[in-house]
C-alpha cells in the first residue's frame, strides 16, 4: 500500500509540476522561473511589440496645470527616428504661444550609457546641452523630466514582476524597473502593462528617497499601420507638488522617410 502511495504521490506532483510550466508558458512571453526573469521576460515582449515603425511625427498639446488648477497650453510639433541597436533619436519643437515659440529639443537615446540631448533656446540663441546630471530636472516647467524624454531601452533597467492587477478594466502585469544609471532621478518605476496587447497602462515613479513621486496615466489608445499602438493622451500628475501635464497627441504619421539628417543638433535653430 505504502508503494502505491508514493507511486500516487510522484504522479500528482509531476502533473503538479507540469500544469506550472503551462500556466507560466501561456502567462509569459517565454518560460521565466524566477520574478527577475518574469519581469524581463515581459518588458522584452512589450519592446519587441513596438520595433520596425521607422519614423514618425505628430502634433501635440501640452496642457499644464498648476496646483489651483489653472492651465496653459503649448503647440508642439514631435519627429522621431527608429534606431537599429541603440536608443531612438527624437525632436521636439515649440509652435506656441510666442513666448516658447522655436525651442527644439533633441535627445539621442542610448540603450547603454548616458543619452545625448540639447535644448535650443531662441531668448539666448543658443544650443544648450543637458548634463547627465541635470537629467531628472523638469522639462520646460512640465512635471515631465528630461528623463522622461528618453525611448524605453531594455539596458537602461533591471526588472522584477509584482505580480497581476486590473487597470483600466485590462488584465495587466505589474513590472519593478530599477534604473541602472546612477544620475536616475528615481529609485524604481513600478509598470503596468496589459497582458493582450503589452501597452503601458500607468507608471508610478519613486524619487531618491524612494517616495511615490508621480504617476503617469496612459489612455485613448490608437492602433496604427495595423500593428503599432500609441496612446492620444498621457496625464503626469506630480504628487508631491499638486501640479500636473497632461500630454494630448494627434495626427501621427509613420514612414514619412526622416532621416539622420533631420536631427542634427546644428540645425536646430532652423527647426520647424
Known sequence: MKCYQSVFSSIIATTLAIVTVITLATAFPSYAATPEQ?????????????????????NMLMKLRNRQGQESIREIKIKNLEVADDGDKGLTIFNKPRDVKGTAFLSFSHSVGADDQWLYLPALKRVKRISSRNKSGPFMGSEFSFEDLSSFEIPKYTYKYLGDDKINGLDSFMVEQIPVDKNSGYTR?????????????????YDRKNSLLKTLNYSDYKQFLA?????????????????????????????VGLKDKDFNRNSLKRAH
Open 189 to 205: 518605476r513600478i509598470v503596468w502593462l496589459d497582458k493582450s496587447e503589452y501597452r503601458i497602462q500607468k507608471i508610478d515613479f
Open 38 to 58: 518574469q519581469g524581463l521576460a515581459i518588458s522584452k515582449e512589450a519592446k519587441s511589440r513596438d520595433l520596425g515603425w521607422q519614423d514618425s511625427t505628430a
Open 227 to 255: 500593428k503599432y499602438w500609441r496612446p492620444m493622451t498621457m496625464n503626469m500628475v506630480n504628487h508631491q507638488n499638486g501640479k500636473s501635464t497632461a500630454l494630448v497627441w494627434s495626427n501621427y504619421k509613420f514612414r
